[in-house]
Nanobody
Framework: QVQLVESGGGSVQPGGSLRLSCAVS????????MGWFRQAPGKQRELVAA???????NYADSLKDRFTISRDNAKNTVYLQMNSLKPEDTAVYYC??????????????WGQGTLVTVSS
């Protein structure tokens, strides 16, 4: 079984920082892409950031100056450093991985999410 366990969420004041972690365990052939999404109340789930095995990254345009994604392939863990947090960053943040090989096929797995609340 494959598990994605997010941690690091919580409450923070505007301007503060949080660091999210997502640890992947289980029978995974290869993790190709790791990313973070978020969903605020009444809004669609949106991409925050993604990173591949070569450390190529992409971000939502509005977040790239404040958020940084990184990964540790040896630990099968992806991180999201969030700085200068704003109230509009309040959301449930979800980790997602894309894994597989041409011979074994591909799959996507989602974590259950961690809540980030930014308020004064």
């Amino acid at each position: 079984q494959v598990q994605l366990v997010e941690s690091g969420g919580g409450s923070v004041q505007p301007g503060g920082s949080l660091r999210l972690s997502c640890a992947v365990s289980g029978d995974i052939a290869r993790i190709n892409l790791m990313g973070w999404f978020r969903q605020a109340p009444g809004k669609q789930r949106e991409l925050v950031a993604a990173i591949n095995r070569r450390n190529y990254t992409n971000y939502a345009d509005s977040l790239k100056d404040r958020f940084t994604i990184s990964r540790d392939n040896a630990k099968n863990t992806v991180y999201l450093q969030m700085n200068s947090l704003k109230p509009e960053d309040t959301a449930v943040y979800y980790c997602k991985i894309h894994s597989g090989t041409p011979s074994e096929g591909y799959r996507e797995v989602w974590g259950q999410g961690t809540l980030v609340t930014v308020s004064s």
